[in-house]
């Protein structure tokens, strides 16, 4: 079992930033791709962005293409999520999950995802 934590979350104006970080042990090394996903009231859950396990490919969801960019950091055992120019549509519960094998199609991020966080809330509003 991974153990994955988020944290940076809260809540923030629109057109305000945020970073995620996604934590776990597994991250040490090229392990795991990692991804975040969010989850929108009366619109389930959103593949957002992912990251393949040597850090060489990352893909994003249309609605976040230009504001958020994910990266890793091995030494630092840690995955971010950097959020910019946020909008209120942007507000939801994330999660990070991690999984060994990497799908560049955002749609089907989830299907390599074995092991997921508990989620952190990301409120944008004014």
């Known amino acids: 079992q991974l153990e994955i934590v988020e944290s940076g979350g809260g809540l923030v104006q629109p057109g305000g930033s945020l970073r995620l970080s996604c934590a776990s042990s597994?991250?040490?090394?090229?392990?795991?791709?990692v991804g975040w996903f969010r989850h929108v009231p009366g619109k389930g859950r959103e593949a957002v962005s992912t990251?393949?396990?040597?850090?060489?490919?990352?893909a994003y969801a249309d609605s976040v293409k230009g504001r958020f960019t994910i990266s890793r950091d091995y030494a630092k055992s840690t995955v971010f999520l950097e959020m910019n120019s946020l909008k209120v549509e942007d507000t939801g519960v994330y999660y990070c999950?991690?999984?060994?094998?990497?799908?560049?199609?955002?749609?089907?991020?989830?299907?390599?995802?074995?092991?997921w966080g508990e989620g952190i809330q990301v409120t944008v509003s004014s």
């Open positions: 999950a991690a999984g060994s094998i990497y799908y560049p199609v955002i749609a089907e991020a989830t299907l390599g995802m074995e092991y």
């Open positions: 597994g991250f040490a090394s090229e392990t795991y791709a």
């Open positions: 990251i393949n396990r040597s850090g060489s490919k990352t």
